[in-house]
């Protein structure tokens, strides 16, 4: 059974860094492509950024490109999202999502989902 988890969500002030983590089990990592989603109150789940398996091709939607940063350390079995000039619209729960297709995160469907981490910015 594959199972996704994230850490590091948290409540920052505007323009506050911050880093959330995702692992993986149950399948191999070097295997999955993985990504990050999410969601506000009221809003529909967001897809904001996705890579290869390999950590290449990194996509970023609009709201977060320039400001945001995907990467993952497959010998640590680690997704990475680096936060910079957080904004109060960043409120949301983030979903870490991985899949062995890679269409599937491109039609903004992946497979497997972790059960999310809130993060805030507000001042």
């Known amino acids: 059974q594959v199972q996704l988890a994230e850490s590091g969500g948290g409540s920052v002030q505007p323009g506050d860094p911050l880093t959330l983590s995702c692992t993986a089990s149950g399948i191999p990592f070097e295997d999955i492509h993985m990504g990050w989603f999410r969601q506000a109150p009221g809003k529909e789940r967001e897809r904001i950024s996705y890579l290869w398996r390999d950590g290449s091709v990194p996509f970023y939607e609009d709201s977060v490109k320039g400001r945001f940063s995907i990467s993952r350390d497959n010998t640590k079995k680690l997704l990475y999202l680096e936060l910079s000039d957080t904004k109060p619209e960043d409120t949301a729960v983030y979903f870490c999502?991985?899949?062995?297709?890679?269409?599937?995160?491109?039609?903004?469907?992946?497979?497997?989902w972790g059960q999310g981490t809130q993060v805030t910015v507000s001042s």
């Open positions: 999502a991985a899949d062995t297709v890679w269409a599937n995160f491109v039609l903004g469907r992946p497979t497997y």
